[in-house]
T-cell receptor, first 111, second 111 residues
Framework: RKEVEQDPGPFNVPEGATVAFNCTYS??????FFWYRQDCRKEPKLLMS???SGNEDGRFTAQLNRASQYISLLIRDSKLSDSATYLC????????????FGSGTRLQVQP | DAGVIQSPRHEVTEMGQEVTLRCKPI?????LFWYRQTMMRGLELLIY????????DSGMPEDRFSAKMPNASFSTLKIQPSEPRDSAVYFC?????????FGQGTRLTVV
């Protein structure tokens, strides 16, 4: 089983739609959680951290469910510029600092 | 700050040749990571350093791969000899705290 699993998509949605991605992680000791965004042929960039209480940044809302070991990202009022691959990222802070990436969910927002 | 700087951006080489990829992390960051990305396997961690010391190289695929970090501002990833299956995008990332920042990557093609 992969450490971090995501639905690869693609999710094809019209502009203005609300779209949600989920991600599950296997290690219950995982400490930190993030969503990264990767545009085609570019490097991954940090979109937002995910906190236990849930957090919002403009049109983006991230939530964490430790009991079920999943993370979600909600995008409201989607824009064409939101089209990208969204990577779920987990850090298991048990002496190993590196981030573990999911394979990503591709989003295509259509006019 | 200019961010994480990688060179070269693109490299095309013949099978059997030595390839050296270079990375300059963000000043002040104490962790440096080398990742490889392919369509089939996504983003894979190869090796990471803390304060210039290699911490975990379990992701290095085989002895043909080696990485060094002689000082806080420079790291190399070397492949010798290169093989066609090494073709991928190689990312360097650095972090201070949980959040990692990526360079633009080196797209390696081995023919």
């Amino acid at each position: 089983r992969k450490e971090v699993e995501q639905d690869p998509g693609p999710f094809n949605v019209p502009e203005g739609a609300t779209v949600a991605f989920n991600c599950t992680y296997s290690n219950s000791a995982s400490q930190s959680f993030f969503w990264y965004r990767q545009d085609c042929r570019k490097e991954p960039k940090l979109l937002m951290s995910v906190y236990s209480s849930g957090n919002e940044d403009g049109r983006f809302t991230a939530q964490l469910n430790r009991a079920s070991q999943y993370i979600s990202l909600l995008i409201r009022d989607s824009k064409l510029s939101d089209s990208a691959t969204y990577l779920c990222v987990v850090n298991v802070n048990t002496g190993r600092r590196a981030l573990t990436f999911g394979s990503g969910t591709r989003l295509q927002v259509q006019p | 700050d200019a961010g994480v700087i990688q060179s070269p951006r693109h490299e095309v080489t013949e099978m059997g040749q030595e390839v050296t990829l270079r990375c300059k992390p963000i000043s002040g960051h104490d962790y440096l990571f080398w990742y490889r990305q392919t369509m089939m396997r996504g983003l894979e961690l190869l090796i990471y350093f803390n304060n210039n010391v290699p911490i975990d190289d379990s992701g290095m695929p085989e002895d043909r791969f080696s990485a060094k970090m002689p000082n806080a501002s420079f790291s190399t990833l070397k492949i010798q000899p290169s093989e066609p299956r090494d073709s991928a995008v190689y990312f360097c990332a650095s972090s201070w705290g949980d959040k990692a920042f990526f360079g633009q990557g080196t797209r390696l093609t081995v023919v």
